[in-house]
């Protein structure tokens, strides 16, 4: 069984940092494209940021461009989400994903984490 499971979620204030991870039991980790997306209440799921298997390649929603850095460790099974220059419009809960198609549409994402709250207060 495929399990996604986050962590490092928490409450940081405006301006500040936070990283949190995700560790993936149940399949092939590093045959798999992982991605981190995210939903504010009220509002759809956005893509954040995604990484290529061998980690060669990452992307990057443009909302967090050149804040927010996306990296893997195939050896743990885990891939990390840096975050610096927190807003308060990046609170939401961040989900990770796995695929074996690159992409940034949710929909072609098999497998994903139970999500982690991150609240950035003003």
């Known amino acids: 069984q495929v399990q996604l499971g986050e962590s490092g979620g928490g409450l940081v204030q405006a301006g500040g940092s936070l990283s949190v991870s995700c560790t993936a039991n149940g399949l092939t980790f590093r045959t798999y494209h992982m991605a981190w997306f995210r939903q504010a209440p009220g509002k759809e799921r956005e893509f954040v940021a995604a990484?290529?298997?061998?980690?060669?390649?990452?992307v990057y929603g443009d909302s967090v461009k050149g804040r927010f850095t996306i990296s893997r460790d195939n050896a743990k099974n885990t891939v990390y989400l840096q975050m610096n220059s927190l807003k308060p419009e990046d609170t939401a809960v961040y989900y990770c994903?796995?695929?074996?198609?690159?992409?940034?549409?949710?929909?072609?994402?098999?497998?994903w984490g139970q999500g982690t709250q991150v609240t950035v207060s003003s």
């Open positions: 990484i290529t298997w061998s980690g060669g390649t990452t």
């Open positions: 994903a796995a695929t074996r198609s690159w992409a940034r549409t949710s929909t072609f994402y098999n497998y």
